[in-house]
């Protein structure tokens, strides 16, 4: 065993063993060994992830010639020696074989969804119809921010928040409803980094009063199952629960001095 | 052979001359405009503009960038008093004949496209820029006879006085050719961030030329697109030479080609390394001009793009960097330092898989609910531009470093203070290091608008460290000794692969992310003002539009294969000795 690990080739058969348990598994369940928490990779992330380490692994065995002849060594024996014929027949076999089964296993049928590539920072328009009067959402602040007390409105938020928006979106803002499940995709999360944070209020906003039907045409379809809340709530209303938002997550809104710095995928 | 080179050169200035007069403001605007858009057989009026579009953009790269490089070549040639960097211009600059002629037949394709099959817009765009274009198609001959001249007047103009004037010509190629780009730019920003004042009712006639000209978008586009050129020219010079390698029948060849991919290659990386801060300037002027512009193209539809940018990068790293581990080997010394790469891999391929990480990740069903979201509970923190800023960062400091070996490798340095300059080297590199982390963790914490402020922290640490390290470099090799001169055309043929990969990679870039930038303005012509009521007004879907842009590179690489292999029959290479000389 010892030996076949000193040689390059074996060495990158165990670099790709080991990145692959790395990947797959140790993401999985080493971080919540110190208290993070962590989920299964998708497929589409693994196979990204070993990609690179392929031509990583490429790189590092051929920029040296010693290694690249070393690496080849083994390969080149099979494939010309005469006394490797049984090997280069089981080859000749196993791979056609090995191709066949991925192809199958690519295209047979399935019961699940087909994968969405879904993106998930819809643009917001320059301008909106809310309620029958047009609203300019570039530049447009949180009108509560100014006005009355951020308490009170963090209260009104809340309540808010727990009559209409609990049931998807969850206790602890974090997606995580009772019905959240029954939903692809599902509610977002507001804790996360990347949702309310990364945002101006005015866009949740947007967000919020239009739903799902308001989203844009590009990026469709967007199979959004948020209600447009304008037909519910009225300006104010909308404003509070924004404050609950930003108030409960720690999260501060995006301002506006700092449009087009960052962007997420 | 050279009248050959110049008709097409001339066939497209005359096309284009001849259309500008058709569609002048005397011409074709008087008169009514009797349909909006014509037919394309086949792939449609989309696709065929956009192909000829693509593929002119990508020779006008070509031709664009390599005399910047020429020119700086040249001057190292006459200022240097070394020869071989004279004759290495001259190769850069035989290129350019006749990848000058391609670039003027696809231009004129392009206008003839333009006018065909969207006239209307054509014709608003005339109405507005119709004097820069007159004054675009007089640089266009001016900028041709300069590249004739500087050419062809190498050898007789090669000493003295005469050789100044030579290099004044290079300089004077340069500046037509920019101001060419810059004219052309503002026609196509025009289309991206028209100014505030001009609406869907607004005249052509009563817009102001100069507000047009000069747009939001303009002078970013031009900053992107300059440095952007020398990248592309040298990936493709570095190609070339790859090509000539690998076809080379003497060691002399081979020594020649082997020198010329070599410096090809550390002129696309060196570019490449600034070009993500004029990328950054320009996408902050997308988002100043319309947020909702740059969210479509940051964070909307076109963000899976910055994906593939970011995997492609990665590629671009690790081959730059492969070329130069592979290079160490024809180099007397380097075996100090090749221990050390296995690190330096570690930490790129680190980089790349951080970069690529996507923050919404692409799953089934069953996957998504298993992670609770599209956000991976533990990877997700990999998805934000904190985790990305350090990863380039990170990368950019070790290409850095794998330079710095590379030119260290066959130097001993004989300065006293050799030890105490390396160690202060090795702290910066280490300092550098630690604040890129540091601030890329500390981004975490903060909100927004700090955290922005912290990538301009991580850049101009690297930007210092990488001046500073330099400088004491070659302070260092002051009078060093040689280990033994480098053993130029001695390199493994695989290595050469490493640069065609750059160039096709660069290329591929280019016209996705050009894709990016077209597509954000959706279904209009010009944004909010010309709408495009054609068949093709929907934004092409992203594997069309990966298909089109790979259609395109098709062409661009095939052309380009045809060009140099009908210049290689008609002329022997201009060999600069340099295997003979050593050098580095």
Known sequence: ?265 | MNGARRWPVCLGGIGLVTLLTLVSPDGLLAQEISRSYGDFPLIGSRAAVWIAAQVHLLFAAFVLGVPMFAVVAEAIGIFGKDRKYDKLAKEFTRLLLVAYSATAIWGAVLSFLLVTLYPRLWVYLTQIFAPSMWVYAGLFFLESFTLYLYYYGWDRWAEGRAKMMHWGLGIMLNVFGTIVMFIANSWLTFMMSPPADVTPDTSPDMVQFWSAFANATWMPINIHRMIANVVFGGAIVGAYAAYRFLTAETDEERAHYDWMGYVGNLIAIGALIVLPFAGYYLGREIYEFSPGMGQTLMGGFMSWLWIIQAFLIGVLFLAGNYYLWVGMGRIPGAERFTPYTKYMLVVLVAGVIVWATPHTMIASRAEIAAMGGTYHPFLGVLGVMSAKNTAVNIMILTTFLSFLLYRRANKEPVVEWAKTGTMIQGVLFVVCAGIVIFYGIYGYFVTAIVRIGFSVYQVLAVIATIFSVLAIDIAIGRGAKSRGAIRWGQMPERSQYALFILAVTFTWLMGLMGYARSGIRQHWHVWEVVRDTSEFAATPALGYASQIISVCVLIFFGLVAFIFWVGGLAEKPVLSGVGSEGGD
Not at chain 1, 23 to 48: E, T
Not at chain 1, 211 to 221: S, Y
Request: net charge negative.
């Open chain 1, 1 to 265: 065993m010892g030996k076949y690990l000193k040689h390059p080739l074996g060495q990158s058969v165990a670099i790709l063993v080991a990145a692959y348990l790395l990947i797959k598994f140790g993401i999985v369940y080493l971080p919540p060994l110190v208290g993070l928490a962590s989920a299964p990779v998708p497929s589409s992330v693994v196979l990204q992830y070993m990609l690179t380490v392929i031509v990583g692994i490429f790189v590092w065995v051929s920029d040296n010639e010693e290694r690249w002849s070393k690496f080849k060594q083994p390969m080149h024996r099979v494939m010309v020696d005469p006394e490797r014929k049984m090997a280069r027949g089981v080859l000749l076999v196993a791979t056609p074989l090995l191709v066949a089964f991925v192809t199958f296993d690519r295209v047979r049928p399935s019961v699940s969804a087909p994968v969405s590539f879904r993106s998930i920072h819809p643009a917001p328009p320059g301008q909106i119809d809310f309620q029958g009067r047009t609203m300019r959402l570039t530049g447009l602040e949180n009108p509560l921010r100014s006005r009355g007390s951020l308490d009170e409105h963090y209260e009104v938020g809340k309540r808010i928040y727990y009559q209409n928006c609990l049931a998807c979106h969850g206790d602890g803002l974090a997606g995580l409803g009772y019905y959240a499940q029954g939903f692809n995709p599902v509610p977002l999360s507001f804790q996360d980094v990347g949702t309310i944070a990364q945002l101006t209020e005015s866009v949740v906003f947007w967000r919020i009063a239009k739903g799902g039907p308001g989203l844009p045409n590009e990026g469709a379809p967007w199979n959004s199952a948020m209600p447009a809340w304008e037909d519910f709530l009225s300006e104010d209303d909308i404003w509070a629960v924004i404050v609950f938002l930003y108030e409960q997550t720690g999260h501060s809104p995006r301002t506006w001095g700092d449009e087009g710095e960052e962007g997420g995928h």
